[in-house]
């Protein structure tokens, strides 16, 4: 046992100025260490284990004379008992600092989840969905929540005010906070089942969203106007316009036709190459080129500084809006997606051609993963037939009986 000195008073404490190190007594081993800083600390000096250590007590003066002196009495009988304080105080404190370090919120989670796997999405609009469907809905109610605390009343919190009326919404937002939730569970900042599962939990507290969901479909055009509607788009000038046109005679997507760039055509071939970073599948789509889009591509101008097929005038990809802008214009219940729908009515009632050609011609998942497993084609040359049959019901409008080709219009 370290030696007993003679007790000091508050007073005497405060004086202790000078380098070195001064028992303090009232606990035998107590000591003040005056640094040469001038920084002062509390020290118990015992024999632990048979072996003499030195124990920190705290700073002076913000650990009293009296708390260093309780804090000695209790360090000296877990010694009585056989126990090393000191083990036990970093023990303590590597448990405090693993408990910090999982300390993460929900929208701390969210967004290192994010950060983890954007780079993988297949382009800035998915991840931003991300970003806006949980700030929206998830962060007002569990963002500032431990993501180990978050239990299934704080999911439902988030889900039932919306389950019903934005159904589509809120089953993509489950799922993102699943994935949230699971990331974190693989991190170690949480455990036990993922309160925000569907199968077999979720499942049976809310109505299949199948059951309560309004289907929204996008305004379609019907297939018996396209000729007259393609005859006034020919009418129409500008590079929206011809976005459009291509759009429509190639039956794609919107975004697809905006970011379209001149290194993914081959005007010789007849084909215009998507890579999969910009299909919605994430796989390469190969469109072949009817005529009238050879013909429309060819009278388009090469602008300097760009790649685009179809750049806006300030520079960059056309917005969705320009597209947008071109329909409503021209006063019709349609949306520019909504043409891909009118191409599809048009295959299935008007062509003998199996539905797959169609289904491929728009770049949609085919039967299931045996089938598609099987089908190693891409049924090109079916589907280069169906698009120019589809370009020419395009472009060809009745009239009093007669039937007037507007491919003359093509390339405005």
């Not at 003040?32 to 015992?46: C, D, H, K």
């Not at 609009?125 to 704080?154: C, F």
């Not at 199948?210 to 500008?238: C, Y």
């Not at 409503?328 to 909504?338: D, Y």
């Amino acid at each position: 046992m370290g030696k007993k000195a003679k007790e000091l008073a508050p007073i005497a404490v405060s004086r202790l100025t000078s380098p070195g190190l001064y028992f303090v007594g009232g606990v035998a081993g107590l000591a003040l260490q005056v640094l040469p800083t001038g920084g002062r600390t509390w020290v118990l000096r015992a024999t632990i284990g048979g072996k003499r250590r030195d124990m920190g007590l705290g700073g002076y003066p913000s650990v009293t004379l009296a708390g260093a002196r309780e804090a000695a009495r209790n360090a000296r009988l877990l010694i009585k008992g056989g126990k090393d304080p000191i083990a036990e105080a970093k023990a303590m404190a590597n448990a405090l600092r693993a408990s910090v370090a999982k300390d993460v919120t929900f929208e701390l989670a969210a967004r290192s989840y994010i950060a983890a796997h954007e780079s993988g999405w297949r382009n800035a609009k998915h991840a931003q969905q991300w970003r806006n469907t949980l700030a929206s809905y998830a962060y007002p109610k569990i963002g500032g929540l431990m993501v180990r605390d978050v239990e299934l009343t704080h999911i439902l919190a988030v889900l039932e005010p919306i389950w019903i009326e934005k159904t589509e919404t809120a089953t993509r937002l489950r799922g993102r906070i699943e994935q949230v939730l699971d990331w974190a569970a693989a991190r170690g900042y949480r455990e036990g089942l993922n309160p925000a599962r569907w199968r077999g939990h979720l499942d049976k507290l809310l109505a299949r969203p199948s059951k309560v969901a309004r289907a929204e479909h996008h305004a379609a055009l019907p297939f018996a106007k396209i000729g007259d509607f393609m005859q006034r788009l020919g009418d129409t000038r500008g590079m929206g316009a011809n976005a459009l046109k291509f759009a429509i005679l190639t039956a794609a997507r919107s975004g697809e036709v905006r970011g379209a760039s001149w290194a993914e055509i081959d005007l010789k071939a007849a084909v215009w190459t998507v890579p999969g970073d910009r299909m919605k599948m994430g796989r390469e789509h190969r469109v072949p080129l009817s005529p009238p889009v050879i013909a429309l591509l060819n009278a388009l101008p090469r602008m300097v500084g760009t790649d685009l097929i179809f750049p806006a005038s300030r520079g960059g990809a056309l917005s969705d809006m320009t597209l947008s802008a071109v329909v409503r214009r021209m006063k019709v219940n349609a949306v520019p997606h909504g043409f891909r729908s009118t191409f599809r009515d048009w295959a299935s009632e008007r062509t003998n051609y199996p539905r797959d050609v169609a289904e491929m011609a728009l770049a949609h998942a085919i039967g299931d993963k045996v089938e598609a497993a099987y089908r190693r084609g891409d049924l090109f040359e079916k589907r280069r037939r169906l698009m120019a049959d589809w370009a020419t019901f395009c472009l060809r409008t009745q009239t009093k009986g007669h039937v007037i080709d507007i491919r003359r219009d093509k390339a405005s």
